[in-house]
């Protein structure tokens, strides 16, 4: 980290956690970011769903859920990156307070509740941005929907052709039933409701599902089964945590989703499990608890064909991606990797 990034979050620490995340976004806009472009090499080099990724270390969604800096993050790093989530209408999420710094765990808890300015303004920023790394959108639904399916397929059309790939939440923990829609029957039909509107573009795009890391395990098998009958390109495990288990943080006793370093452990073993499950049907992305090379490597050898990071910056800063990056070719080198893909999954065992 910086020096100078180094005082900047200092300082962001000392505001309310969503000021300082609105402060960020700013921060980007005005061009004070530190960024190089996409680290890469021949090792880092891969291929996620047919994207052509510089290094498979990507953004989360949920940094910028309005897709307002998407230049200045292409500039960071990152191998590719997810914005959103985006529902069809704008609306204003859950009351504030609804973002927590958990700082003895390195961890957060947010229940912002899929706020965003709604489909028609993140689509009219995805068409005029500039092309460069892969940029994907995560689909969410509007909380007062009366058809909440729909509202993922209505997303994917509007702003489908604007983006590389899509991705349908169905896990946050923040929009009142909305895990209900991970069960069999409900998935697959939201999930071909979702693909039929995939058809319907120009440019049919990857289609990926984000799962919840507090299912069980038939629960994760009925999601492999139904993610290769409805022709998912992907799968991207995880999204936060309702437990909070081993957390020091006062903080701990706030409602919503947990992301950050105690997801680490949980949300790779899930990554395990569907990587036993799918065997190579399809690629996976490992997010939950990325906060140095060596949980990404975790991630790859555990079964994911790229990671992606989002809370660990709170605590290690925006050149935090590089870092990652570089640190990951490093250790693809020690261990004799000639590609980050000859890794993936080697070391899936070790998390049954």
């Known amino acids: ?20 995340h609105g402060l960020a976004v700013q921060s980007l806009k005005l061009g004070l970011g530190f960024g190089q472009g996409p680290i890469s090499s021949p090792r880092l080099r891969t291929t996620l769903a047919g994207l052509e990724l510089a290094n498979p270390v990507g953004l989360a969604a949920g940094f910028d859920k309005n897709a307002e800096v998407v230049g200045p993050l292409a500039q960071a790093g990152f191998g590719f990156l997810e914005v959103g989530a985006a529902t069809p209408r704008p609306q204003p999420g859950n009351p504030k307070p609804r973002l927590f710094r958990l700082t003895e765990d390195q961890a957060a ?18 068409a005029s941005r500039v092309v460069g790394v892969p940029v994907g959108l995560n689909l969410g639904a509007n909380k007062d929907s009366q058809d909440r399916a729909q509202d993922f397929a209505t997303v994917l059309r509007r702003c489908g052709p ?128 990325v906060g140095s090379a060596e949980q ?3 991630k790859i050898r555990a079964g994911a064909s790229a990671v992606q990071i989002y809370t660990a910056m709170v605590y290690g800063g925006l050149s935090l991606a590089g870092e990652i990056a570089q640190g990951l070719d490093q250790l693809l080198e020690r261990d004799g990797f000639a590609h980050v893909a000859d890794a993936v999954g080697i070391g899936r065992g070790d998390w049954l």
């Not at 980290?1 to 505001?15: D, P, S, T």
């Not at 808890?109 to 995805?126: K, P, S």
């Not at 039933?177 to 069999?184: A, E, S, T, V």
């Open 1 to 20: 980290m910086k020096v100078l990034e180094r005082i900047a979050l200092a300082g962001m620490h000392c505001v309310d956690p969503e000021r300082a």
């Open 109 to 126: 808890i947010n229940r912002f509740g899929f706020n965003n300015e709604g489909m028609d303004v993140i689509a009219e920023r995805l």
């Open 162 to 289: 604007h983006v590389d790939f899509a991705t349908v939440n169905v896990s946050s923990p923040n929009t009142e039933k909305l895990r209900d829609l991970q069960g069999r029957a409900a998935l697959s039909a939201l999930l071909t409701g979702v693909m039929e509107a995939r058809s319907e573009l120009r440019s049919p795009i990857p289609v990926f599902l984000k799962i919840a890391p507090d299912l069980d395990d038939d629960a994760l098998a009925e999601i492999a089964e139904v993610a290769v009958e409805t022709g998912l390109a992907g799968i991207i495990a995880t999204n936060t945590t309702l437990s909070r288990d081993g957390l020091k943080s006062p903080h701990k006793v706030e409602a919503g989703g947990l992301s950050g370093q105690p997801v680490f452990e949980k949300s790779t073993r899930v990554l395990a499990q569907l990587s036993e499950l799918l065997d190579g049907a399809m690629p996976l992305v490992g997010v939950g608890g």
């Open 296 to 298: 990404a490597y975790a």
